[in-house]
């Protein structure tokens, strides 16, 4: 019994089939017909590879508890960040040779500034860059994990940074898996725990037992859209503590990118962060940001041209016009990227009319910029309300102010629940919301009921929030709190009742909320 156990184990091991075949010698490669062995300390290899190390069952029970506690959507690829800002090739690339030299430092152990701040204001492409860059380290073997931040788009709760750097790094990493799985089966509540201890128990400890020589990069993008602002300042003293402390045994470098904002500032210059930071800022009019204008906008036009062939020229919009944006986006690529958004809008399908649109509102802004950096972004967000019909518009705004309040919540989890919610059916909610593609990534009704509403950059519901710059158009929150207040009364109602048919909502779906 005993021998025919060793036979099926050797089988398995070199993944030899079992033969049944009577009467004939059976084959088992190296062993062939040895008897009375042992075997000590085996490397065994099939086919010239190592035999492949599967993930156990506590191993993969882990995998699922950091991913339940986790924002999948923050990670480079998830598929709600299909439409991400990525730089283009030829854009942002003295900045984008600078990050990727000081990770490859950071990578060979030499750097001693193994976190990089970059900086800048809003709508500048920080996004962009982190992006871009994340799938550049990745590419190297040098991407620990990622975490996108978005308070819009509800990647905000600073609780589930943690366990989303961990979950990334423990499916690249085997070694770096079966410690954080020693931990965890040790002890099951570190994940309950402070976010302090979690860093400790599950990134900084585990680090100083690998045995890998190699660093790794972690990237937090938009730190200031972290709902917590305590929160964002602890992120980044977590950061600069652990590396000042361990030293080179940490084997992480970090890369934060977010707004200057006061309390984040003054956390990256505590004297204790200093010596093992480095500073970048994002500029918007140097000459790098002048000549990335000028690219992203004769590539975006090439493109637009190709859609609308039978619209506008070859030639169009000419050099005089395109200088004359570039002149105005003064190095802004963010607003550049949301122009050609804007005047590309295949919803509008008429480039021409868009454009013209944009130079009467660019001319508008000619000097005031130096008073709002974003006035010119101001103005395309305040065309495209305007544009929306009159008779749409109040639903339109309806939609745009609960969302832009309440967005992330199981409330706008997807589209589908959210018109349910406001009582609007479909044909209605769709046409409310069709003149805002180029702000906002609506799913389409066969997707409505697994895909939220999201918003392309955070400036907009900045600019809703705030009444001086987006006057008529700005949010009143005391009606938007009252339509909440009023439409969960009556979902109360329905439950109440028991009407099953008004409880499905106008749309057809039953109401979860």
């Known amino acids: 019994m005993a021998s025919n156990k060793w036979l099926r184990w050797l089988r398995k091991l070199f993944s030899i089939p079992i033969r049944r075949d009577v009467g004939r010698p059976q084959t088992l490669g190296p062993f062939s017909n040895a008897r009375d062995f042992i075997i000590e300390q085996a490397h065994f290899t099939v086919a010239g590879s190592p035999v492949k190390q599967t993930e156990t069952l506590e191993e993969k029970q882990v995998m699922e508890k950091l991913a339940a506690h986790g924002t999948p959507g923050a990670v480079l690829d998830a598929a709600e960040r299909e439409y991400a800002p990525r730089c283009n090739v030829n854009t942002r690339q003295t900045l984008r040779r600078e990050i990727l030299g000081w990770a490859r430092a950071v990578g060979a152990g030499t750097e001693g500034q193994r976190i990089l701040w970059l900086f800048g204001s809003a709508a500048v ?48 990493l085997p070694e770096y898996r079966r410690l954080v799985t020693q931990r965890l089966i040790q002890d099951p509540l570190i994940l309950q725990r402070s976010r302090s201890s979690q860093f400790e128990e599950l990134i900084a400890g585990p680090a100083l037992l690998l045995n890998s020589k190699q660093y790794l990069i972690f990237v937090l993008d938009g730190l200031d859209e972290c709902a917590d602002r305590d929160a964002q300042i602890k992120f980044v003293e977590m950061a600069s503590r652990h590396v000042q402390m361990h030293g080179c045994g940490l084997k992480f470098g970090w890369i934060i990118c977010s707004r200057p904002e006061p309390d984040i500032r003054v956390a990256f210059s505590r004297e204790d962060c200093k010596p093992v930071c480095l500073y970048k800022e994002l500029g918007v009019d140097d000459e790098e940001a002048r000549t990335d204008t000028w690219r992203i906008l004769e590539k975006g036009f090439a493109d637009i041209r190709a859609q609308f062939p039978d619209q506008v020229k070859q030639d169009w919009p000419g050099d005089l016009n395109l200088r004359i944006i570039a002149d105005r986006a003064s190095g802004h690529l963010g607003f550049v990227s949301f122009l050609l958004r804007f005047v590309g809008d295949k919803h509008y399908a008429n480039p021409s009319a868009r454009f013209n649109a944009c130079l009467v509102f660019l001319d508008q802004s000619a000097g005031q910029k130096n008073l709002n950096p974003l006035h010119a972004l101001d103005l395309l967000y305040s065309q495209i309300l305007s544009d929306v019909p009159a008779e749409t518009l109040p639903t339109t705004q309806r939609i745009l102010s609960i969302f832009s309040l309440y967005g992330g919540t199981r409330l706008t989890r997807t589209a589908l629940t959210f018109a349910s919610f406001l009582d609007i059916d479909q044909p209605t909610f769709y046409s409310s919301l069709r003149r805002l593609h180029s702000v906002l990534v609506i799913p389409s009704a066969a997707k409505a009921n697994d895909k939220p509403i999201q918003i392309y950059h955070a400036s907009f519901t900045d600019y809703l929030k705030s009444s001086s710059r987006s006057k008529a158009f700005a949010l009143d929150e005391g009606t938007i709190h009252l339509d909440l207040a009023c439409q969960s009364l009556k979902w109360l109602q329905y439950a109440r009742t028991g009407d099953v048919q008004q409880s499905k909502g106008p749309l057809g779906y039953k109401f979860m909320y």
């Open 125 to 172: 492409g920080k996004s962009a860059v982190a992006q871009t860059v994340a799938e550049e380290l990745k590419a190297q073997g040098l991407l620990g994990g990622v975490y996108f931040f978005s308070r819009p788009n509800n990647r905000s709760d600073p609780n589930t940074v943690i366990p989303t750097l961990v979950y990334q790094l423990a499916l690249f």
